[in-house]
T-cell receptor, first 110, second 110 residues
Framework: GQSLEQPSEVTAVEGAIVQINCTYQTSGFYGLSWYQQHDGGAPTFLSYNALDGLEETGRFSSFLSRSDSYGYLLLQELQMKDSASYFCAVRVGGSYIPTFGRGTSLIVHP | SQTIHQWPATLVQPVGSPLSLECTVEGTSNPNLYWYRQAAGRGLQLLFYSVGIGQISSEVPQNLSASRPQDRQFILSSKKLLLSDSGFYLC?????????FGPGTRLLVL
C-alpha cells in the first residue's frame, strides 16, 4: 500500500513564506498532487507534479523529488485567506484511486 | 467546463433512518466517480469508487452502499443510519492527475 506523511500543523505570519512537506512510500509512483480545503468547504486542486522539479502557479509552487520520495508545497506572500488545510496525495500507475495524506493545518497570523 | 453537483448541502437525520445522497457531473463523459467521508478536522476516507455504470467498488465495509444508475450520476445510500455516519460527504470525479470535488453534504445523525 501507500503511505504519506505531512505535518499536522504549520503556523506563519502574513507576508511570510511557508513550506509544507510531504514524504511518501509507494510502489509504482505516478504523481503527487496538492489540495487546499478551507473550513466548511470542499478540497480544491492546487498543483500536480509527475516529474522532478518545481512547478509554479502564482504565489504557490510545488516541488517533487522522485528519488527522495518527497515533495513540498511552497506558499509565498502569505495572506490571511491562505489559512486552510493542505493535503498531499499520490497516484500510482494503473490505479484510479489516489492516496491522501492526513492534511496540514496552516494558520496564518497577522 | 465540468461541474459537479451534490445535494442536499446539509442534512439532519435520526438514527435508524434511511439516507440517499446524490451526485451528478456535467461536462464530461464516463468519469471515474468517488464518494469520500471526512470527519471533523480529519482526512479523507474513501468509501466507494466507480469506473462505469453499475460498477461499484467498496473500500470500507459498513452500512453504506453506492449505486451508479447513469453515466454521470452517483448515489450514496443507507437503509439505517448510525451515529457514526455523521460527517462531511464528498463526491468527486477525476482525471489521471486530479480529483475534482463537489461542494459536499454535511450529515448529522442524532
Amino acid at each position: 500500500g501507500q503511505s504519506l506523511e505531512q505535518p499536522s500543523e504549520v503556523t506563519a505570519v502574513e507576508g511570510a513564506i511557508v513550506q509544507i512537506n510531504c514524504t511518501y512510500q509507494t510502489s509504482g509512483f505516478y504523481g503527487l498532487s496538492w489540495y487546499q480545503q478551507h473550513d466548511g468547504g470542499a478540497p480544491t486542486f492546487l498543483s500536480y507534479n509527475a516529474l522532478d522539479g518545481l512547478e509554479e502557479t502564482g504565489r504557490f509552487s510545488s516541488f517533487l523529488s522522485r528519488s527522495d520520495s518527497y515533495g513540498y508545497l511552497l506558499l509565498q506572500e502569505l495572506q490571511m485567506k491562505d489559512s486552510a488545510s493542505y493535503f498531499c496525495a499520490v497516484r500510482v500507475g494503473g490505479s484510479y484511486i489516489p492516496t491522501f495524506g492526513r492534511g496540514t493545518s496552516l494558520i496564518v497570523h497577522p | 467546463s465540468q461541474t459537479i453537483h451534490q445535494w442536499p448541502a446539509t442534512l439532519v437525520q435520526p438514527v435508524g433512518s434511511p439516507l440517499s445522497l446524490e451526485c451528478t457531473v456535467e461536462g464530461t463523459s464516463n468519469p471515474n466517480l468517488y464518494w469520500y467521508r471526512q470527519a471533523a478536522g480529519r482526512g479523507l476516507q474513501l468509501l466507494f469508487y466507480s469506473v462505469g455504470i453499475g460498477q461499484i467498488s467498496s473500500e470500507v465495509p459498513q452500512n453504506l452502499s453506492a449505486s451508479r444508475p447513469q453515466d454521470r450520476q452517483f448515489i450514496l445510500s443507507s437503509k439505517k443510519l448510525l451515529l457514526s455516519d455523521s460527517g462531511f460527504y464528498l463526491c468527486a470525479w477525476s482525471t489521471q492527475e486530479t480529483q475534482y470535488f463537489g461542494p459536499g453534504t454535511r450529515l448529522l445523525v442524532l
